[in-house]
């Protein structure tokens, strides 16, 4: 049996250059993992099927689970009959922003790699993962990064300096497609790549708070005010920066004294049920 922890990802900046042919939207984002993770359990099987025990019951257990579409895909690609139970135990949030069903793939695909033996580098794995969807090579890797491309195309960046993360999130559900649908290209305000890019150059916290910036924020906000009213409080409550993630509707604080985050968590909690207090991961991970 093998064991992978699969790890949440919040967006420090997201950018969007321009829409592609294909329906993508090319992007440049920085990205980086919080300690939020699913933890997912590989068991080899006699029975040459790929099957999914989930914890939650909102996540689908067939061939529309992404971690199921990993296996599948290695399976496929390598001519292989092998059986494997998938025990996915879920603690980030669903369609949440965060990376979540990526993040099950890339572990999937890490753990299959060491449970069949195949010998594949990370930047093999990460290469498949964008066969599966646009934030699975950042999170074969974890860590920090920049993301470009239709966010395959990841370049390493320094962890950022260290601080606590409030996540929460609505009780709403946002679809990505249907986000990036409704973003008018012509009225964008581009967040602070080159800026973020420094700040973690420097380890300046400072400067990283000033230099978040998502353009899919305000799209989403329009659709959903819960998410406004989410950030007005977390900026009243003490955090530091706030900013949506991905495309939402997960808001996040960066907060860097530890005595502050008990008072916004349960502030929060107050018209919110799914609030978290994390660490940042920052480091990518390690394959021995
Ligand atoms: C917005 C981001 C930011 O990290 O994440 P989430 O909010 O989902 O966490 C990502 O760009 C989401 O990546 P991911 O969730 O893997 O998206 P995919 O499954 O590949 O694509 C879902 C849909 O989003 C749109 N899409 C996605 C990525 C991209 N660069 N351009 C797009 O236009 C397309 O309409 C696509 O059909
Ligand atoms: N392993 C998985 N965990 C969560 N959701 C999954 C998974 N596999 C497929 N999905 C589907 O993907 C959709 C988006 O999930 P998720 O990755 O949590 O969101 P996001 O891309 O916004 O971070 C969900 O609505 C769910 O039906």
Redesign the pocket.
């Known amino acids: 049996m093998i064991y992978e922890k699969a790890p949440?990802k919040i967006n420090l900046t997201l950018d969007v250059l321009s829409k592609r042919p294909d329906g993508y939207h090319d992007v440049e984002m920085i990205m980086t993992t919080v300690d939020l993770a699913?933890r997912i359990w590989l068991r080899p099987t006699m029975d040459h099927a790929i099957t999914i025990q989930?914890s939650?019951r909102?996540?689908?257990n067939d061939r529309?689970?992404?971690?199921?579409?990993a296996a599948d895909l290695l399976r496929k690609r390598y001519r292989l009959d092998y059986g494997v139970e998938i025990t996915?135990d879920?603690n980030?949030?669903?369609?949440?922003?965060?990376?979540?069903?990526?993040?099950?793939?890339a572990a999937t695909l890490r753990g299959l790699n060491r449970l069949w033996e195949l010998g594949l580098s990370l930047d093999e794995l990460a290469v498949l993962g964008a066969e599966i969807?646009s934030?699975v090579s950042f999170c074969v890797y974890g860590g920090t990064a920049i993301a470009r491309g239709r966010g395959e195309d990841i370049t390493h960046l320094p962890a950022p300096p260290n601080c606590w993360v409030v996540l929460a999130k609505p009780t709403i559900?946002?679809s990505?497609g249907n986000i990036y649908g409704q973003l008018n290209l012509s009225s964008i305000t581009h967040p602070q790549t080159e800026r973020m890019m420094e700040a973690l150059q420097e380890s300046n916290y400072d400067k990283m708070c000033a230099s978040l910036g998502n353009v899919l924020e305000p799209v989403t906000m329009g659709l959903h005010k819960e998410v406004v009213i989410l950030k007005e409080q977390m900026e009243r409550f003490g955090a530091d920066a706030v900013l949506m993630s991905?495309?939402?509707p997960t808001v996040f604080g960066l907060v860097k004294h530890e005595s502050r985050v008990p008072k916004i968590v349960n502030a929060l909690k107050g018209f919110c049920q799914d609030v978290h207090a994390v660490r940042m991961l920052g480091e990518p991970i390690v394959v021995d």
Request: aromatic share 6%; glycine share 18%.
């Open positions: 949440a699913d989930s939650h909102f996540v689908p529309k689970n992404l971690a199921y579409q996915l879920k980030i949030p669903i369609a949440a922003g965060l990376a979540g069903g990526s993040s099950d793939a969807g934030d559900g946002v990505t991905g495309s939402g």
